[in-house]
């Protein structure tokens, strides 16, 4: 049972030792540098009423980032950044004509010029997951700020473009229920299967719309648990609807080993298993994940194969990595039993207490994975 039916979220620092005041000032402490340090902020002003995060690594602002800050302001109660970043977002990202009518370009430059005039379907769920908090959190405003409006739109569009004559296509394959890596595509990502807000969505979207995504949370559980090799518990930076690796090379890369979207994985089935607790076989990835890279972090330095070969190749994101398997501990109940599963998952818990954030180019997808981690493992990631 989850914290949807008792209302109770883990605190899994408070269960390995760490008291309220050290997790109070911490979060405080990830916040402030995130959101407002001078030198290491991912999220800037823009003008009187807007904002933006930025991806440091490629100097954009991206879906992913600006619905992901939406998400964390929901969250932590911080309404003025969450309107000036939705208000830029629909300002500057949102497409109104095209196939893409409906949709956020994903990509745009900082003084919001669209980069492309495609969507990530991962930016579209968290936009319509953070707008229902919002209007849950905060009531419904006018115009943009109706919350609850735009995200039902929203997940309309994510459904039903390319029916009656509408141009584009959804961004869910409508035979399989599942998430696609961008509308119209013959695969998917792993890391976009959110059994946990769909089972939201599910009641709360527009009333023809619910039963399907209530069809896409038993789908997506179905998947991750297909998805997630057996013995590693990695999944595949994209992968094929039944759940096998990608094998062949799309024209930016190969995509079908355990790489920088996959790390997200973890931390997405931890925090279903949190808030659902609904097992179709994926809820076990995690503590795989965490058994296979074992007591070394240095084994968690390099690419791996789904089936745990590991790879010359150096990733990307140690700190998002860290972050997503400390996450994942969510999914592993707790046990005083030294010799526990809990306490496997207590130490990567550990690790990441002790681990700062990211500075440099590359810290916006770490930092970002960061403080969603710190806000599950501190019981303050809830649904509102």
């Known amino acids: 049972m989850g914290a949807f039916e008792t209302k109770t979220y883990r605190n899994v620092f408070k269960e ?28 800037h002003e823009a003008g009187e009423d807007m904002g933006y995060l930025t991806d440091t690594g490629n100097n954009d602002a ?28 629909k300002t500057y990202m949102f497409m109104t004509e095209g196939d893409n009518e ?19 379907p991962d930016g579209e769920e968290f936009y319509a997951m953070a707008l229902f908090f919002a209007s849950h959190r905060w009531g419904d405003g006018e115009g ?14 994510m459904i039903h473009k390319g029916e009656n004559g509408r ?46 995504f209530k069809r896409a949370a038993r789908v997506s559980r179905e998947y991750l648990a297909k998805a997630c090799n057996e013995k590693t518990g990695l999944s595949a930076e994209y992968a094929n609807f039944d759940g096998s690796p990608m094998t062949e090379q799309l024209p930016w890369g190969y995509f079908g080993n355990f790489f920088s979207d996959a790390y997200r994985t973890a931390a997405n089935i931890g ?48 700190v998002g990595l860290l972050a997503t398997l400390a996450q994942g501990a969510l999914s592993v109940p707790y046990s005083e039993d030294p010799d526990s599963d809990f306490a496997v998952a207590a130490k990567w818990v550990n690790w990441f207490w002790n681990q700062p ?16 981690a710190f806000l599950a493992l501190s019981g303050n990631y809830r649904m509102w």
């Not at 390995?16 to 999220?43: C, H, P, Q, S, W």
Request: hydrophobic letters at 35%; one cysteine or more.
């Open 271 to 318: 925090l279903d298993a949190e808030w659902f607790g609904e097992d179709a076989g994926q809820i076990s990835a995690p503590l795989k994940m965490m058994k296979f890279f074992g007591t070394d972090l240095e084994a968690a330095r390099c690419v791996y194969t789904v089936e745990g070969e590991a790879l010359d190749k150096t990733v990307l994101h140690p």
């Open 167 to 212: 141009p584009g296509c959804p961004m869910f394959n409508r035979e399989n229920g599942q998430i696609l890596f961008v509308p119209g595509s013959p695969h998917t990502d792993p890391s976009y299967h959110l059994p946990h807000f769909y089972e939201l969505f599910a009641l709360w979207a527009n009333e023809e719309d619910r039963e399907f």
């Open 102 to 120: 409906g949709y956020f370009a994903w990509s745009c430059e900082t003084n919001g010029k669209k980069n492309a005039y495609g969507p990530a």
């Open 62 to 89: 991206r879906t992913e980032g600006m619905s992901y800050g939406m998400m964390m302001c929901v969250q932590l109660d911080m309404k003025e950044e969450f309107d000036r970043i939705w208000k830029w977002s």
């Open 357 to 372: 954030l990211r500075k440099g180019v590359r810290r916006y997808y770490d930092n970002c994975l960061y403080l969603f």
């Open 144 to 157: 943009i700020f109706e919350y609850s409006r735009e995200a039902r739109e929203l997940l309309s569009s």
């Open 16 to 43: 390995i030792g760490r008291t309220d005041a050290a997790i109070e000032a911490r979060l405080k402490e990830v916040v402030d540098t995130f959101f407002y340090d001078e030198n290491e902020r991912i999220y």
